[in-house]
């Protein structure tokens, strides 16, 4: 089946200082990646959708300049947080979007923790 | 407003039994509706999927029924066995891959020996 990676898998970060996440689809080339941030025991909250080539668009309430998304190829989309504070900690999760068969398949999960 | 909404939270079953997890949705535009598995720490795993056209999909141990009238769609895991014990979410999209998904809420599935 399809395989996204994401890394690290987990961060340790001091309060102000920016967290690079990756994700890659290893397998296939993926047309459309999603971040998600997931608070303990809830469900997941689209943060952005992003194609690769293009801005990403944010959902509302997320502000973009403090979640930068780049889409720098078919395979990889990153998600920097700037200047992170402890609000930030989170389980962030991305997600590639396959045509045939079209359908979303998942990251493992980027635990960030911001002392 | 929660488009699609999810019970039971939380769920506990025997081993061997069905478990039964329930979503209801209010987009008719939503034609495709998928269900994942999380385990703690892990991201989700697409399960199963369905879209409109059919009222019933299985695949292994795990069927979705689908009523377009009633706008509900149910995860049915038949022989429950412990290793199914995961954190269970319905989604709903206008269009598969590149269509935004909307969670349910989740449900904590238990399956005791």
């Known amino acids: 089946g399809a395989v996204v990676s994401q890394h690290p898998s987990r961060v340790i970060c001091k309060s102000g200082t920016s967290v690079k996440i990756e994700c890659r689809s290893l397998d296939f080339q993926a047309t459309t990646m999603f971040w998600y941030r997931q608070f303990p025991k809830q469900s997941l909250m689209l943060m952005a959708t992003?194609?690769?080539?293009?801005?990403?668009?944010?959902e509302q309430g997320v502000e973009k300049d403090k979640f930068l998304i780049n889409h720098a190829s078919l395979t990889l989309s990153t998600l920097t947080v700037t200047s992170a504070h402890p609000e930030d900690s989170s389980f962030y999760i991305c997600s590639a979007s396959l045509l045939s068969p079209d359908t979303q398949y998942f990251g493992p999960g980027t635990r960030l923790t911001v002392l | 407003q929660q488009q699609v909404k999810q019970s039971p939270q939380s769920l506990i079953v025997q081993k061997g039994g069905i478990s039964i997890i329930n979503c209801a949705y209010e987009n008719t535009a939503f034609d495709y509706f998928p269900w994942y598995q999380q385990f703690p720490g892990k991201g989700p795993a697409l399960l199963i999927a369905i879209r409109p056209d059919v009222s019933e999909k299985k695949e292994g141990r795990f069927t979705i029924s689908f009523n377009k009238s009633a706008k509900q769609f149910s995860l049915h895991i038949m022989d429950s066995q412990p290793g199914d014990s995961a954190t269970y979410f319905c989604a709903a999209s206008r269009g598969a891959g590149s269509y935004q998904l909307t969670f349910g809420k989740g449900t904590k599935l238990s399956v005791i020996p």
């Open positions: 992003s194609n690769e080539g293009s801005k990403a668009t944010y």
